[in-house]
């Protein structure tokens, strides 16, 4: 299967099982009087979107190159990523506002029974992160990577909404407000992993050098290739799941300009055949 299609099936899967644990959470937070569940169902919520947009993103970006876009239409998984990050600001604002809205409010316990429902949800949506995360590591998808963080987030906050329940219970009256504190602890830690997921995204647009490791298989596979004597400069940026590369490679100084233009050709489809993740690659002959 491509990258691209094990993208998009992990994004589906997101998409439901995201949509189902919404409701879940929504009908349980607001019968069993638990603001940490209803905050947990907000983020839920704002899941559904992301990964729709994760969804769109990722089968825009797998476009083949045009003659407008020259270099494919990578980027536009990256953009999506920063939607993504946008929506978990958002929502984990909303939570933290309304937490704390509501610990200022006289309210009543949460009901017992939303701690089994907390519990099963944990288990899934920590099992759910990491068969996503695996998945986008496969097909070297940042915005899936955001979309596993989507579910990572979602299983801490359940957590912080589980203990902030079975305080509440524990404690009785005066305690009410502990579910409403974990709400607001798990509005931070979704802040926390923005920007997690933002930093590496802002790395990919601007070009930072951070492929110091492929860099190197690139100049050893290089290397295994008949005229090539060695490579200087080497430069590589991401779009979406794929690497563009530049790269400079020496062969000897007399040759004809037909044998060094065969050995470039000869050196671009090892250096594609060798490591699948280079989607475009420019060589450049320099003599020895």
Known sequence: MSQEKTAIKTTYFSIAGNALLAIIKWLTGYFGNSYAMIADAIESTTDIFASVLVLMGIKYASKPADENHPYGHGRAETLVTFIVV????????????????????PHEAPES??????????LWKELSYQWVIRKSRETNSSSLKADAWHHRSDAVTSVAAFIGISIALIGGEGYEAADD?????????????????????????????????????????????????????????KAGMKYLVDLHATVEA??????????????TAVLKKEIPLIGYVLIHIEPE
């Not at 070009?207 to 005229?227: F, N």
């Open 113 to 122: 029974y939303t701690l089994w429902v907390l519990a099963a949800i944990i």
């Open 86 to 105: 946008g929506f978990l600001m958002v929502s984990a604002t909303v939570i933290a506002f309304e937490s704390v809205r509501h610990i200022r409010l």
């Open 254 to 267: 007399e040759i004809p300009v037909r044998q060094g233009h065969e050995i470039a050709h000869r050196l």
């Open 181 to 237: 504190w974990a709400a607001l602890f798990a509005s931070a830690f979704i802040i926390y992993n923005a920007w997690l997921i933002f930093r590496p995204a802002l790395g990919e647009i601007m070009d930072e050098h951070q492929y110091d490791d492929l860099i190197a298989r690139i100049r050893d596979v290089a290397a295994t290739v008949e005229g090539v004597k060695g490579t200087e400069k080497c430069f590589i940026r």
